[in-house]
DNA sequence: AGTATTTGTTGTTGACTGCAACATATGACG
DNA sequence: CGTCATATGTTGCAGTCAACAACAAATACT
């Protein structure tokens, strides 16, 4: 009975598999051969196993147009395992289930009274997601530090133990996440940036917050406040008590979210308009270039209204970060806008409870 | 003949049982037993598989004081693997190579002319490994990224493949970390520093660089040029390129690697010294906060000649880091200074070795 | 001196993966 | 349309591994 021994190795081998398909979808068991480096007669064995628990499904090969017995088809079944996942922001919950291969099962959102506070936001999770999924992650915008929000413009919260909350209202273990850490991993996982190894989100919401995701996966202190980056020593006052952070900055030019109004009025001609998006973008490519030399990261995504502040403030933005970075963290430097939109924090979210449901399968 | 399968768990036990004896030191079976969570047998297996290869050496129990039969002790013998180290300043390269334990097996070190090419201080590595070690690894004050060494301020060097040119003059494989970095590992592992999780290590030599470590072990990208975060918008021109840059603004008080002196004249009451030191400090605070923000640690270690700068100036570079930081951040964050001295890097730079030694037994 | 306790040792067992031989399903070719 | 080459699934077997249990050994306690 060598249960922790050998039984490790069927069941690393049984959570590779069942990632392999989750994340690059059907998969023939040929190429499963090929991609898990083991024999076609272990793929075999496991199959059969993830077959009998119902986590995958196999269908009868069809011809490729090459030689040689076809390969039987292999995909995941989504029900089989699925994860909650939810997005807390200022003014609503929003949540949806995904199953296993990124498929939407459900979906739904509440709306949220301005200034609630975290238990309340927590009980509104609660009836969203009652029981479902295997695992439950919640995304917060602000400084994530082992389940604790300990730091919010958005949010207005401060040192609130969402976990804890969560976890009183559901009965269950949550993990949580911040925004732009979970907006970065879905657009590593589910968007185009798969190629970026350390990747850097900016999230614009009420406040300014960064993810960092190296190779796909979130880790620990990957929470960046980028809105309290100070960028003016003795600048303007910021609500989180220090003088001249990048929120309270931009703030002083009169928009954040506000940014569609800002850039209308430029492209109308305004002055004032144009001006303050140019020293919007030259704040924040001044706290870039610190974060940029402080973490390197060789892509940064522009999410929420930084998105449409990027798109019209490009040239101050790539300036100020030029005056700010070494020339060899600048080169290898990708500046572009997200692809999945709105989606990206639920998606990066659900994938960082697959990760860990995969972890905690082997 | 299952050997990529069931071989692989001998493999990783094997140096898991290793590692643990090269970090821990000499343990009885019994602590080896528990600390790897194996069966008693399945130690005795291992032990006697690493006994015959040479790489521990079994020593009949002494009595421990309370009832049972005395555990056997368990050493790993030092010559069984060992790494070898390098540091490349820009005076010298010293070299000392560590057996399997920590222990030094031999340490040498060669003078460098001022200002020599990266080449030129490879064949210095180079004659002074001689083909020692199993592993052999370097490390070099700069922004490391992939073996190659983007900048150097400490060396001169631009763009250097150091890695490459290592490698041309041993015949070998080598791996290139930075001295901050490395030095962090050497803290973490060696020094007192292993409860910080996220260790910044502040390293300053000509130039001023840092290095960043989670949960002891070195990360891609964690080589940071904490001199070139810019405290000064439109500073002074840095030779970087920038204006501004912390290395720049500091050299404006004419010390950096001699700052005994400026100390020393601030001790005696000279004013100016006095309040270039003050000013360091605070510049010194500030780069640090927008580095903090980007990245919480949750230790700094000030090293090289920061060391004496920080114990002699600790309240302005406190105080300038409150001015730039949140306060979560800030609350759980230590600043001490090394414990390892001149020899951290070097230390360090070996533990590296080893680390990527055990990874490529497993 | 005898008992309790802890640890090393040995033989056995259940499990896993790789291999090789065979079976099966397709395309290519005459 | 039949044969051959090719690629893949299937099956029985072999080699390895870690856990377990029973036994032996060595110490402290009474």
Redesign the interface.
């Known amino acids: 009975m060598a249960r922790?021994?050998?039984e490790?190795?069927r069941r690393r081998n049984r959570a590779a598999l069942l990632e392999q398909l989750h994340r690059h979808g059907p998969q023939t068991r040929a190429e499963l051969t090929e991609a898990l480096?083991l024999n076609r007669s272990?793929i075999a064995t496991i199959a059969a196993d993830l077959a009998e628990s119902g986590h995958i499904q196999e269908t009868t090969g069809r011809s490729t147009g090459s030689a040689g017995r076809p390969s039987t088809l292999v995909a995941c079944v989504p029900k089989a395992e699925s994860v909650a996942a939810v997005e807390i922001r200022a003014d609503r919950v929003r949540f949806a289930l995904y199953g296993l291969g990124g498929e939407v099962l459900e979906r739904a959102e509440t709306p949220l009274l301005t200034g609630v506070e975290a238990s309340a936001a927590a009980a509104a999770a609660a009836a969203l997601v009652e029981g479902a999924g295997a695992e439950a992650v919640a995304a917060v915008p602000g400084?994530v530090?082992a389940g604790e929000v300990?730091?919010s413009t958005e949010l207005g919260w401060?040192?609130s133990d969402v976990a804890a909350d969560l976890a009183d209202a559901t009965g269950r273990e949550w993990l949580v996440v911040d925004t732009a850490t979970a907006a970065a991993v879905g657009e590593w996982t589910r968007g185009d940036a798969f190629e970026a190894?350390?990747l850097l989100y900016l999230h614009g919401g009420r406040g300014v917050t960064a993810g960092l995701v190296?190779e796909g996966r979130s880790?620990?202190?990957g929470?960046?406040?980028l809105g309290?980056?100070?960028v003016e020593?003795n600048g303007q006052e910021c609500a989180?008590?220090?003088?001249g952070c990048l929120e309270a900055e931009m703030e002083a030019f009169g928009y954040a979210e506000d940014i569609e109004r800002a850039t209308m009025a430029a492209g109308m001609g305004d002055a004032s308009a144009k001006d303050g998006l140019r020293r919007s973008g030259q704040d924040l490519g001044?706290a870039l270039?610190?974060?940029v030399?402080?973490?390197?990261?060789d892509e940064i995504l522009f999410g929420g209204w930084l998105r449409e502040l990027y798109l019209s403030a490009a040239a101050p933005v790539r300036s100020a970060l030029a005056?700010?970075?070494?020339?060899?963290?600048r080169s290898r430097l990708r500046l572009r806008t997200p692809v999945l939109g709105q989606e990206g924090p639920l998606i990066g979210a659900a994938e960082t409870g697959f990760a860990a449901l995969f972890d905690r399968m082997r």
């Open positions: 922790p021994g050998t490790e190795l480096g272990t400084l530090d300990a730091h401060a040192g190894t350390k190296v880790q620990r202190g929470s960046i406040q309290h980056i100070v020593p989180c008590g220090l003088r001044r270039g610190a974060v030399t402080a973490t390197g990261p005056e700010t970075t070494l020339p060899h963290l």
